[in-house]
Structures are given as C-alpha cells and as structure tokens.
C-alpha cells in the first residue's frame, strides 16, 4: 500500500513540475482575471450564465492544482511550512464561497478577485520581487520615520508662517501635513510657493530645501535599499536554482551509472553463457 502512495505521490509531483502544466496553470489564473472582469459589465442572460460556469470550472481547477501540490509532498504538514504555499490554500479555499446569497455576493467576488494574486506564487520571479519588498519595509520603516520627522518640522514652520497667507491650506499643522505632501508630489506646487513668495520673497528657500530633501534624498534613499534587498534575493534565488539544477544533474549521473553497471554485469553473464556453450 505505502508503495502504491508512494507512486502516486512521485507521479503528482512530476505533474505539478511538468513545465506545461505551469504554463496551464499561468494560463488559467489570467483568464479567471478576464472572467472577473467580464462580470463589472452589464450583459446578457445567457452571457451570465456562462461566465458563472466557468468561474465554477476555474475554481474547481485551482482546487484540483492545490490538491495536487497538497498529495504530493511526502508528509501533508510539510505543504503549510512554506509560506506561498499557505497563500495558495487560503485564497483557493476562500473562492470556494458560493456567490448565490446576497449576504455573501459582495465578498464572494472580491475573494474571487484575489485569485489574479496567484500568480505572484506561481511565477518564481514575481516571487523574489514580493520577498524584496517584504524584507526592505522594516529599513524602509526607518527611513519614513526619518522622513515624518522633516514633514513635522516643516509643516510647523509652514503653518507658523503662512497661516494668515492661505488657511485653507496652512491653518494648522494636520493641513500643512497635507499641503507638503503636495508639494512633494510636485503637483501644482509652484502655486503654492508663489502665493508665499508675495509677502515672504524668500520663502522659496523652504520649498527647495523640502523639495531636495524629501523628493531626491529620502527617495532615493528608499529606492537604494529596495534595489539592494532585490540584489541579495536575486542571488539567492540564483543559487538555489544552481543546486536544484546541480542535484538534478547529480541523480541523472547516478542513474547513468546504476545503468552502466547493470550493463555490464548483463554483458559479462552474457560472455560467460556463451563459453559454456
């Protein structure tokens, strides 16, 4: 019996490893994005109809890839251990919400939306982008502190000294929050620096040192620790895929051998049949 599940177990596995079943799998999880988006327009009946059946259909495959991937593994638990893992089981499982109910319509479909997420799992490159930026929020947590901190103070000084100028968007330090981060989108920010610049001449040096603080030093402070998270997760994917690759080319030799040797043990019985005779 064990070496029956055995068999089945390495029979899943080569599927689910098969390159064109990925392909299938890719394949599947954009066309549900284009089924979910057939269903924001108004149409027919009918229409309707068969985009419910094939989201039915989609989701049964998805189910039907999970549970593949679950058989596969030598031990159920060691499925869970890793991380895109869990969130393959979760979002499949949660699009197993029927949508029939009114109650639950609303968050069937959005659950049914997540679905396009898989392919962030699937792709192993798409992978290492997600991991980056995971691994980089906490040093980039430390720089948006760094930089709330200049937005404080500035907002303060702005608020100080432009109040009587333009409340709207100087009356307090939670607008001049607001009014900053503008001016940090350089969204109409010249406006706002002229309107000062009409009773303050000099208040142009608090835009440009913001400016040159925050949208060229702290942002390219966030993009230099993004791209070198990126750096070392793209090595260590590289040498994980170079010993999956040497492990596999590592087994073919075995075999190789294990074969050659058979080979010549049949050969020699063979030469020894024949001085019998």
Do not use: C
């Not at 392909?23 to 009946?45: D, H, M, P, Q, R």
């Amino acid at each position: 019996m064990s070496v029956s599940i055995q068999r089945l177990q390495n029979r899943l596995f080569d599927l689910h490893s098969n390159k064109l079943f990925e392909t299938a799998v890719i394949f599947i999880i954009i066309f549900s994005a284009l089924v979910t988006g057939v269903k924001t327009y108004e149409i027919n009946t009918s229409l309707d109809q068969t985009v419910q059946w094939l989201d039915a259909l989609i989701t049964l495959f998805f189910l039907f890839e999970v549970t593949i991937r679950l058989i596969a593994e030598p031990r159920t638990l060691d499925f869970f251990k890793k991380g895109w893992n869990v969130f393959d089981f979760v979002i499949v499982v949660a699009s197993l919400m029927p949508v029939d109910g009114n109650d639950t319509v609303l968050l069937a479909r959005l659950l049914r939306i997540f679905r396009v997420l898989r392919l962030i799992s699937v792709i192993p490159e798409l992978r290492v982008l997600i991991n980056s930026l995971l691994k980089a929020l906490p040093r980039m947590g430390y720089i948006a502190l760094l930089m709330f901190i200049i937005f404080y103070i500035y907002a303060a000084i702005g608020s100080s000294l432009f109040n009587a100028i333009n409340p709207d968007l100087w009356g307090n330090i939670s607008v001049a929050l607001l009014t900053l981060f503008r001016i940090s989108t350089f969204e109409d920010w010249t406006d706002v620096m002229y309107e000062t610049m009409t009773v303050y001449p000099l208040s142009w040096i608090f835009y440009l040192t913001f400016i040159f603080l925050t949208a060229f030093v702290f942002l390219n402070m966030m993009i230099g620790v993004v791209l070198d998270v990126m750096q070392q997760e793209q090595k260590q994917y590289d040498r994980e895929r170079d010993d999956s690759e040497a492990d596999e080319v590592h087994y073919i030799k075995a075999e190789m051998d294990q074969l050659s040797a058979k080979l010549d043990t049949i050969e020699t019985l063979l030469r020894q049949s024949k001085r019998h005779d």
